[in-house]
């Protein structure tokens, strides 16, 4: 007999042990929209809105929205918007059932449904987590990519958009026309200055409909920054099992992460905002350090594991990290030459922070895989190390290890391609470009960095063109397309790497 399926009925009927909601679901008006519904939202701002729910109860119902694939209707809205939420910390496991999400809306054959929503005066603030490719723009410079085939259709049919700031920049055209009401819109994707690149996107979409549109958003709405942290993978049927076996009832929407979370958000909101400050979240003036920490700490440490973990064999974080010359390259990185990058954070010592950060890869019950982390390497390696290698190169600093995870993003997608026997499949937009280039070139390092670092939607020209920068990159990829990519790292780890600068890159 199948276990009984997650919903308000059963709500009562859980065992003692999953924690429920702790008001009146039934009360709940809207009042946050939220575009991506994934495991991440529902892991980090749900739960937030969730414990703010429950110490200070107001009208903030949240209403989830997806444009992209998963459908949303067959797991979270045949349960009501309930869902169960699993802390993992190696073998302790705790259960929660959120109940923030009011409804959910799949909006991924026609804006319509989302764009209901996002219009409705309702509606005050609109969250997001769309992934990095989702706001169309440069990674290299943060602006809108208006020749992106999807901002192409938006701007030529801008009432039936399919992009993200089209649909945003006719949602709020909707509400200029309607209501009026401001709103803010916060971004909660994992990129630095978030804000500021979805405001830059919106603006320039909306500048193409027109001076009225363009003023009223400049007067209307807020888009502030944030940074959040919580590792959350992607779930699993495993996991899925895991609640009916443990808990007894059935929930297809179940998402897993660990115990630490941080939401940091710049106090400049338009209108009403929930006021996730009280229940831990942080407003600040100014989030910029606390990006800079998070994404050159933790998600260059990520980046790093996953690109190595790859290319030396091991399947999850977990795994990577646990390898003793992976975790000592790693520590030697973030300490030796991405700490000296860092702006100081109130209250946060940035050592310890690394320290922090390493033992929260190592939780063995976050089966974090290495090529989900690997997805879309191209939108997240401008911030998690260009960035930081151009700020070393600036003041004349080595960058010896930082080099190495760039050259592992390459090696990771040149060996997908089919001169290198598809290794693996790989998710990025640059994939079949680089996959072109490596066809086209073969195993010449030399000429494979060349081509790659030309890629200025990428590659700032001045860093790409540093001769120091491309020295190290190439030796990289050399030692890490070699037979023995964990000897290369090795070798770089004892400092010994000197040699191999000099020779010859290796050809085909």
């Known amino acids: 007999m199948n276990a009984e399926m997650l919903s308000p009925a059963l709500l009562g009927r859980l065992p003692s042990e999953v924690r429920k909601p702790a008001y ?23 739960e937030y809105t969730d414990d703010l729910l429950a110490k200070d109860f107001d009208r903030w119902g949240l209403v989830g929205i997806n444009i992209r694939l998963p459908l949303l209707a067959d797991t979270l809205g045949r349960q009501d918007g309930l869902y169960t939420r699993l ?31 996002l219009a409705s005066p309702d509606i005050e603030t609109v969250t997001m987590t769309v992934t990095e490719k989702g706001y169309c723009h440069i990674p290299s410079s943060g602006a809108l990519d208006l020749d992106h085939p999807d901002i192409v259709h938006d701007l030529a049919i801008p009432e039936a958009p399919r992009s993200v700031p089209g649909i945003l920049a006719r949602a709020l055209e909707l509400r200029m026309a309607t209501h009026g009401r401001p709103v803010t819109l916060l971004s909660c994707d994992n990129i630095p200055t978030n804000g500021i690149i979805l405001g830059n996107v919106v603006r320039t979409f909306a500048e193409r409909r027109g001076s009225k549109l363009a003023d009223w958003i400049e007067a209307n709405v807020a888009f502030p920054s944030a940074m959040v942290d919580r590792i959350a993978p992607a779930t699993t049927e495993v996991d899925i099992d895991s609640v009916e076996q443990r808990f007894g009832y059935s929930d297809g929407a179940v998402v897993v992460g660990e115990r630490f979370r941080q939401w940091v958000i710049e106090n400049r909101f338009a209108g009403r905002v929930p006021r996730w400050d009280l229940v831990g979240a942080t407003f600040v003036d100014d989030v910029t350090p606390f990006e800079h920490l998070k994404m050159r700490v933790l998600n260059g440490a990520q980046t790093t594991l996953s690109y190595l973990g790859v290319l030396g064999g091991f399947e999850h974080t977990s795994d990577a990290i646990a390898d003793p010359l992976l975790s000592r390259f790693v520590r030697r990185m973030l300490t030796e030459e991405m700490l000296p990058t860092l702006t100081p954070v109130p209250g946060i010592a940035p050592t310890a922070y690394i320290e922090q950060s390493l033992s929260r890869l190592t939780n063995t019950a976050i089966r974090h895989r290495n090529h989900q982390i690997a997805t879309d390497g191209s939108q997240k390696i401008v911030q998690r ?4 290698i151009r700020d070393r190169l600036a003041k004349g600093e080595g960058i010896a290890l930082l ?24 998710s990025d937009p640059f994939a079949d470009k680089i996959a072109a280039i490596a066809d086209r070139i073969g195993a010449d390092t030399k000429p494979l960095v060349d081509s790659i670092l030309a890629i200025d939607a990428i590659f700032d020209p001045a860093l790409a063109a540093n001769a120091k920068f491309r020295t190290h990159v190439v030796a990289g990829l050399d030692g890490l397309l070699s037979g023995d990519p964990m000897g290369f790292v090795g070798q770089v780890c004892a400092g010994s790497t000197d040699a191999r600068l000099k020779q010859p890159a290796r050809s085909a």
């Open 403 to 426: 080099s190495v995870p760039v050259a592992g993003w390459m090696a990771y997608l040149i060996k997908a391609s089919a001169r290198f026997g598809r290794a693996w499949q790989v």
């Open 24 to 46: 009146d679901r039934a009360a709940l008006k809207p009042g946050i929209a939220h575009i991506g519904v994934g495991a991440f939202h529902r892991c980090h701002q749900a």
């Open 385 to 388: 190390l260009l960035n930081p």
């Open 87 to 117: 802390i993992r910390q190696n073998d302790e496991v705790e259960a929660r059932v959120i109940g923030s999400i009011m409804r959910v809306v799949d909006s991924q054959d026609s804006a319509a449904p989302a764009l209901d929503v």
